[in-house]
């Protein structure tokens, strides 16, 4: 008889990633997500947003066979965010921005939802995608830089910074954000999405990255070893022996006779190097070098 063992499915392993913090984007993901549903209820966006609220957000490698429709591209500084909206979605808060009335019912709310299929694209429409794409973009971004470390923040980048800019379909591999929004009234849910480039990326990454791998990287970055160890150097200008006898007798005025000659440079009680003892604008310098072997 033979038996027929189920095979386990294996994560393949990126090596590109190994070392990154890719499994805490959870928490960015999570951050992101108050911060979208805390903009939709500004007043410049609650006339757009007001509808709908936020259920997910999700990071997810952008594989060769999905359809998610038109991309808008939005470029700044910082990076270039791709924006993609469902177009039911972009129906929707069309229709809640110019076809409904503050006094209708939630029934007639849900009986507004405008068959997509039905309805050909206009040149408002196109023009509130760039728009939302273009205020959503402007918060994403502003997490990305929230989270980076002091020594790498930027001039924070405003939602008006990020122009729109030509683009095509992200390639496959391009890490994207799905956000899950629903219409609180209608009850359909849809989403929107973003693609990241890699300086962006790498932005989200470097955010999340512990404390202690911080100061490894930033350690890396600040010179040989030799060049950053501070040691303590002691100069002793002279040294005198005198017998034991002498200095009991020394009295209040008395005069110890000596000669300076090279003084010895110390580090610690080990005696590294010999110097020459000038003065400069009142002050004793040590200067010609030489080591004691």
């Given at each position: 008889?033979t038996?027929?063992?189920p095979?386990?499915?294996?994560?393949?392993?990126?090596?590109?990633?190994?070392?990154?913090?890719?499994h805490?984007l959870?928490?960015?993901a999570?951050?992101?997500?108050?911060?979208?549903?805390q903009a939709?209820?500004?007043?410049?966006?609650?006339?757009?947003?007001?509808?709908?609220?936020?259920?997910?957000?999700a990071?997810?490698r952008?594989?060769?066979?999905?359809?998610?429709?038109?991309w808008?591209?939005?470029a700044?500084?910082a990076g270039?965010?791709?924006?993609?909206?469902?177009?039911?979605?972009l129906?929707s808060?069309?229709n809640?921005?110019y076809?409904?009335?503050?006094?209708?019912?939630?029934t007639?709310?849900?009986?507004?939802?405008?068959?997509?299929?039905?309805?050909r694209?206009?040149a408002?429409?196109e023009?509130?995608?760039?728009?939302?794409?273009?205020?959503?973009?402007g918060?994403l971004?502003?997490?990305?830089?929230?989270?980076?470390p002091?020594?790498?923040?930027?001039?924070?980048?405003?939602a008006?910074e990020?122009?729109?800019?030509?683009?095509?379909?992200?390639?496959?591999?391009?890490?994207i954000?799905?956000?899950?929004?629903?219409?609180?009234?209608?009850?359909?849910s849809?989403?929107?999405?973003?693609?990241?480039?890699k300086?962006?990326?790498?932005?989200?990454?470097?955010g999340?990255?512990?404390e202690?791998?911080?100061?490894?990287?930033?350690?890396k970055?600040l010179?040989?070893?030799?060049?950053?160890?501070?040691?303590?150097?002691h100069g002793r200008l002279?040294?005198?022996?005198v017998?034991?006898?002498?200095?009991?007798?020394?009295?209040?005025?008395?005069?110890?006779?000596v000669?300076?000659h090279?003084?010895?440079?110390l580090?610690?009680?080990?005696?590294l190097f010999?110097?020459?003892?000038?003065e400069h604008?009142?002050?004793?310098?040590?200067?010609?070098?030489?080591?004691?072997?």
């Amino acid at each position: 008889m033979t038996i027929i063992k189920p095979t386990t499915q294996h994560q393949v392993l990126d090596p590109c990633l190994l070392g990154r913090p890719v499994h805490l984007l959870h928490i960015f993901a999570a951050q992101l997500r108050d911060d979208l549903a805390q903009a939709m209820r500004l007043n410049m966006s609650r006339r757009y947003w007001g509808g709908f609220q936020v259920e997910d957000v999700a990071f997810s490698r952008l594989e060769g066979g999905e359809q998610i429709g038109r991309w808008l591209s939005f470029a700044a500084p910082a990076g270039n965010i791709a924006f993609s909206l469902e177009r039911k979605v972009l129906l929707s808060v069309l229709n809640f921005r110019y076809g409904r009335n503050k006094n209708d019912s939630k029934t007639d709310g849900a009986a507004a939802a405008v068959d997509e299929s039905a309805v050909r694209v206009t040149a408002t429409e196109e023009r509130l995608a760039v728009v939302l794409g273009q205020q959503l973009a402007g918060t994403l971004a502003g997490r990305i830089e929230l989270n980076l470390p002091a020594i790498d923040k930027a001039p924070p980048a405003g939602a008006d910074e990020f122009k729109p800019a030509t683009g095509s379909h992200p390639p496959k591999g391009t890490w994207i954000v799905t956000v899950t929004v629903s219409d609180i009234e209608g009850g359909s849910s849809g989403r929107f999405w973003f693609a990241l480039d890699k300086a962006l990326m790498a932005s989200v990454l470097r955010g999340l990255m512990p404390e202690r791998e911080l100061n490894k990287k930033a350690g890396k970055n600040l010179g040989p070893l030799a060049q950053r160890l501070q040691v303590g150097l002691h100069g002793r200008l002279v040294s005198k022996e005198v017998p034991l006898g002498s200095l009991f007798d020394l009295q209040v005025g008395d005069i110890i006779p000596v000669s300076m000659h090279r003084a010895d440079v110390l580090l610690d009680d080990s005696r590294l190097f010999t110097a020459a003892v000038t003065e400069h604008k009142g002050k004793l310098c040590l200067t010609s070098f030489e080591d004691v072997e």
